[in-house]
């Protein structure tokens, strides 16, 4: 991180501009300036004092903006290695050709890294990230820490908690950045525990990033449950809010269906696997019949055959003779 010059500037006044450049998606000028802001602050007040909350959720997020250009990036130019790669194989048995090459709009600004610097890159999204985590940690630890032993007032109680909520929610998205699932699926069920009930559109936004990773997870059955509830939450908004001409209803009622929609799609795909398992197992149910009816079959042959010559050996008539 280059040095910052702030001397002289109101440290709001910087934290306006760096907000400015999020809202821009010019997240690396944002996160420049905001980690400067932060370690002064930490200078000043200390490692988790309460006035660095805030500022640490917010370089947090920003962090967060800067891994995922980061990995597009990464993306693009690993899908660019290989189509090289596959044209190169190809070119070796055909002369000419036109040679395909990646909408360069996947990678951060247009740039596809090289090959050899992809390992660089790789590893300068697992910084970014990390960096990312330990701040929107110690993000949580100040709020935390105030909820439970500074909070003196019902507001100040839900206001923590709903930063408490935004926080989760950024860690959720950042372990899903990591494919971490898993660790994914608890943040965004603490970060629901932390929001107020009535607080419907961030409950719906919520259920819907939340229906996604369990998806990853392989839980369909929460998937579907957690579309339902986002659809709940919409339809609230609608009847607590009717006299309220300000609401765009019609935007919220295009939602509903797209969640019912996509919630249909879930369950079709649920049962299509269902199907497919069923046929699975009554394939394997119907080989092993077969095999038991072969044991079957060829321990009745065996016996018989013990019989036959047990008879030719012993035979009941004794004018019967042994062919």
């Given at each position: 991180m280059s040095d910052i010059e702030l001397k002289g500037f109101p440290e709001e006044e910087k934290i306006q501009e760096a907000?400015?450049?999020?809202?821009?998606?010019?997240?690396?000028?944002?996160?420049e300036i905001l980690?400067?802001?932060?370690?002064?602050?930490?200078?000043?007040?200390?490692?988790?004092?309460?006035?660095?909350?805030?500022?640490?959720?917010?370089y947090g997020k920003c962090m967060l903006e800067v891994a995922k250009e980061q990995n597009r990036?990464?993306?693009?130019?690993?899908?660019?290695?290989?189509?090289?790669?596959r044209n190169q194989k190809e070119g070796e048995q055909q002369e000419g050709?036109?040679?395909e090459v990646i909408d360069p709009f996947l990678g951060k600004g247009g740039v596809i890294v090289p090959p050899?610097?992809?390992?660089?890159l790789?590893?300068?999204?697992?910084?970014?990230?990390?960096?990312?985590?330990?701040?929107?940690?110690?993000a949580r630890l100040i709020y935390e820490t105030q909820l439970k032993e500074k909070c003196s007032s019902a507001a100040d109680a839900k206001h923590l908690k709903q930063q408490l909520s935004l926080i989760h929610v950024t860690l959720a998205e950042l372990t899903s950045e990591r494919d971490m699932f898993d660790?994914?699926?608890?943040?965004?069920l603490t970060a629901l525990e932390y929001l107020p009930l009535e607080e419907y559109l961030q409950r719906a936004s919520i259920s819907v990033a939340l229906a996604v990773v369990y998806l990853y997870n392989d839980k369909m059955s929460e998937s579907i449950s957690q579309y339902q509830n986002a659809s709940h939450y919409m339809h609230h908004i609608i009847?607590?809010?009717?006299?309220n001409h300000e609401i765009n209803y019609q935007d919220i009622k295009d939602r509903i269906t797209q969640l019912k929609k996509k919630q249909r799609e879930i369950e079709e795909q649920k049962e299509r696997e269902q199907q497919e398992n069923d046929d699975e197992e009554d394939e394997e149910e119907a080989k092993m019949n077969d095999s038991f009816d072969f044991q079957a079959t060829s321990t009745i042959a065996v016996r018989r055959q013990r019989e036959d010559n047990d008879e030719d050996e012993n035979p009941k008539d004794p004018k019967r003779k042994k062919l």
């Open positions: 907000q400015q450049l999020f809202e821009n998606k010019e997240y690396d000028a944002a996160a980690g400067k802001i932060l370690e002064e602050r930490q200078e000043k007040y200390g490692e988790v004092a309460y006035e660095l909350g805030d500022l640490s959720y917010r990036c990464l993306f693009a130019s690993q899908m660019q290695k290989a189509i090289s790669e050709g036109e040679q050899e610097e992809l390992q660089d790789k590893n300068d999204v697992e910084d970014t990230l990390e960096t990312g985590w330990q701040t929107l940690e110690l660790q994914a699926e608890n943040e965004y009847q607590e809010n009717k006299e």
